[in-house]
């Protein structure tokens, strides 16, 4: 179970990693200000902590039920 919670996190991470990545590009061609970029790397920080903290959450029920038995 660890290791397929590890996964998930290292998934929603790449997420965030390649949202990083596209928002600089988008800087660079001028598509979006600094100051949006900021706000939207916040709002993407934000919701990887949630779904990761999401992942730990449902890991630590799984294995409470799993020691149950």
Known sequence: MRHMAEEGRVAVRNVRRDVMRHLEEL???????????????????????????????LLKHKEAEIMEV
């Open 27 to 57: 800087v660079r061609n001028g598509d979006v200000g600094d100051d949006e970029e900021r706000a939207a790397e916040g709002r993407v920080q934000k919701l990887t902590d949630e779904h990761v903290h999401r992942i730990d959450d």
